[in-house]
């Protein structure tokens, strides 16, 4: 502690905190988890040798070699160069993996440093903190997933939800809240029984209730598609007893007492999983007709499940323990070779949430695959182009489809093809399991087909445009398909044409993004103005009184609201004159009101809300973000009729994430009413983000 002390102590942490106050933090950690003196001195030194003046030869001769390494494996390499971050942030992963098949403590060292790290993230700036909690939940929570550390995969994961996504991770808990009082009154009625059943049988138990965790809450409503209510209704309860007999004993009483879910048992005392978990899980029909989840499992293997390896490496014993019984540690170290820093980050996220089946080559090798894998994906991972060449396998001797699942114990055999240029099917991507293959095949595609597909692409836009009677060579060649281009999320007008090509967006759909963009610019427009024109033809009588809109010097002119940033009153706002068409009134930061003013500041003028005036009705866009769930569109929509505004458009898109994304443009009377709207809609369950859409705002 003197010496991690001593050479932390001119360093603070971001929060203000003396930074010895971190390895101080990961060896408490680590010492909770059961873990020797050793582990303790090395967490405390973690980071010293790559933050300060201590060398790794000073750690070796104050502490020892085992100290040294376990040290030196934990390092993250920061005095190395690296072209990009995703190449340094793949060269620490792999030095981790290589160090911990020899010693699986530097990796549980690292996950106490990152748990700490992600406990004070609050002080790291909201870029770092995105990154950062990206990168832990896609690496170092299935890391302690895969090493059986439950309860330090599920604190990273909940601490790296609420810094990825703040709004929905509060929203999630406060539905939670909501619904927690009911939830507690069965729960309590089902320990009640279970406890009574279990001293019956004069059974010794400890028998509680299963937290639910927010980020599974999440993941849940996001990968399976899941309503809140039906991932919350579920009842979880852990059952932890003396022996392995009191395991089957309690399993008998419960299954006499509620009738068992059929194909939901499943016996891992007999069979451990992968990170040696053991346990006993059956699902029930319980009080009241709802599904009862229940674990049975001793008190030994109940604290190998929470510290998992932690728990299980006798290191006083055993020092130096190492990872024989993690072949999927072995495969993941034979692949951090890639070249490609991305490949192998993509590899690994992958990887390490899935479980493994044993395959054999021909001549007797065998070969680790992920549950699921396909003879495609055993191509692939034998070689690149034995995989692109793929034509068929042999299972067993027997001919298999390309699509069939590989098991335990089968002898795989691979036919290729001898024609010059064979490569893959893209329906192979909607078969392969492994990242590997799935990475080989997008990259032959991309290498390939890309410049046939901006052709194409090139081609059909050019004809959707003709169709539309727009100017082709004029926008070809001028700024209006790279403006277009970034609208769409694009990198270019290549990119563009390529997603045309490829079928990710229609060519008309562009053409007819195009048209709206050319329409409602009013720069065309504008700049035919000559320069010596200071005020606009007086037209008649009308628009001015009905928009509400007092036009600095001029009390007859007409004036009108641009649609480019749809200002409605309390908005800050300035006039432009055009030509033949009034006052064209802004919003003050509007990117087109400010453009139209660069060396024209003869024609911007000054304009103010008139509040005596009766405004008539504005028209408005508010944007809400919710977590899907069914009748949610309808529930807004309601929200929406009750405040009496008439919805002019609404689109709604649901991503992967299961996040919808739903835009409303309408009228309203009052625009002081907007505020009390979103504020209502935003108290609809699930919603957890609602603003108004300012479309012509200035970066």
Not at 118 to 146: C, F, G, S, W
Not at 203 to 217: N, Q, Y
Not at 531 to 559: A, C, F, W, Y
Request: net charge negative.
């Amino acid at each position: 502690y003197q010496v991690a002390k001593g050479a932390h102590a001119a360093q603070v942490r971001q929060s203000g905190d003396a930074y010895i106050t971190h390895p101080l933090a990961v060896a408490k950690i680590v010492a909770e988890l059961g873990l020797d003196a050793t582990t303790v001195i090395a967490a405390l030194l973690h980071d010293a040798v790559e933050d300060t003046h201590v060398s790794l030869a000073d750690v070796e001769a104050e502490f020892g070699a085992e100290v040294a390494a376990i040290v030196d494996g934990v390092t993250k390499l920061e005095r190395i160069r690296f072209d990009s971050r995703e190449a340094q942030q793949a060269a620490t992963v792999r030095k981790m993996l290589v160090a911990m098949a020899k010693d699986v403590r530097v990796l549980i060292i690292k996950l106490a440093d990152r748990l700490h790290n992600m406990r004070t993230i609050a002080a790291m700036p909201a870029t770092k903190q995105e990154r950062i909690a990206r990168e832990t939940v896609d690496i170092y929570a299935p890391l302690a997933h895969r090493l059986g550390m439950s309860e330090v995969k599920q604190q990273l994961e909940d601490l790296a939800f609420a810094a990825m996504h703040p709004k929905r991770y509060a929203e999630i808990d406060h539905m939670v809240a909501v619904r927690a009082p009911e939830r507690d009154i069965y729960l309590f009625q089902v320990l009640g029984e279970v406890r009574d059943r279990l001293a019956e049988l004069r059974i010794d138990a400890e028998v509680r209730g299963r937290p639910k965790h927010l980020w599974s809450i999440y993941e849940k409503m996001v990968v399976k598609g899941k309503e809140f209510d039906d991932i919350f209704d579920l009842i979880g309860i852990r059952v932890v007893v003396e022996s392995v007999k009191d395991c089957y004993a309690a399993l008998g009483s419960i299954h006499s007492t509620w009738k068992p879910v059929q194909g939901r048992f499943k016996d891992y005392i007999a069979m451990p999983k992968f990170n040696l978990y053991q346990s006993l899980h059956t699902t029930v029909v319980g009080p009241q007709g709802k599904p009862l989840e229940v674990q049975i499992r001793t008190f030994e293997m109940h604290q190998r499940a929470e510290n998992g390896v932690a728990a299980h490496w006798a290191y006083k014993d055993e020092p130096g323990a190492d990872a024989a019984g993690m072949p999927w540690l072995n495969r993941i170290i034979d692949w951090q070779s890639e070249t490609e820093p991305a490949a192998f980050m993509e590899t690994l996220k992958v990887d390490l949430e899935q479980d493994e089946v044993y395959v054999f080559t021909p001549k007797g090798r065998v070969v680790t695959m992920p549950v699921g894998a396909t003879p495609i994906d055993f191509a692939y991972t034998i070689h690149t182009e034995v995989g692109h060449a793929c034509i068929g396998a042999r299972v067993n001797g027997r001919l298999v489809p390309l699509d069939a699942t590989l098991g335990s114990g089968d002898t795989v055999e691979i036919f290729t093809s001898k024609v010059e240029g064979a490569g893959p099917s893209r329906d192979w991507l909607q078969i392969v399991t492994t990242p590997r293959a799935t990475n080989k095949i997008r990259q032959w595609f991309s290498r390939e087909r890309r410049e046939d597909a901006i052709e194409s692409g090139r081609e059909d836009l050019v004809k959707a445009m003709r169709r539309e009677g727009l100017p082709v060579q004029k926008l070809t060649t001028g700024p209006t398909l790279p403006e277009v281009a970034r609208s769409l999320n694009y990198a270019d007008v290549d990119a563009l044409h390529a997603a045309i090509g490829e079928g990710h967006v229609s060519a008309k759909a562009v053409a007819d993004r195009v048209t709206r963009t050319l329409r409602d610019d009013d720069t065309s427009e504008s700049e035919q103005l000559p320069t010596t024109v200071r005020q606009p033809r007086r037209p008649s009588r009308k628009g001015n009184g009905n928009i509400g809109v007092h036009v600095e010097g001029l009390d007859d002119v007409m004036v009108r609201l641009s649609r480019c940033c749809t200002p409605v009153p309390g908005d800050e706002i300035i006039g432009f004159v055009t030509r033949g068409r009034g006052v064209s009134v802004h919003r003050a930061d509007c990117a087109n009101a400010v453009s139209l003013g660069v060396g024209k500041g003869e024609r911007v003028i000054e304009v103010e809300w008139d509040t005596e005036i009766s405004c008539g009705s504005f028209v408005a866009a508010i944007e809400v973000k919710a977590l899907d769930r069914s009748r949610l569109l309808s529930d807004v929509a309601r929200v929406m009729s009750d405040h009496h505004v008439n919805i002019l458009s609404a689109t709604t898109v649901t991503g992967t994430d299961r996040i919808s994304k739903m835009r409303f443009e309408f009228e309203l009377g009052d625009p002081n009413h907007l505020e009390s709207l979103l504020g209502t809609i935003k108290r609809i369950d699930s919603v957890y983000d609602g603003y108004r859409i300012l479309p012509g705002k200035g970066g």
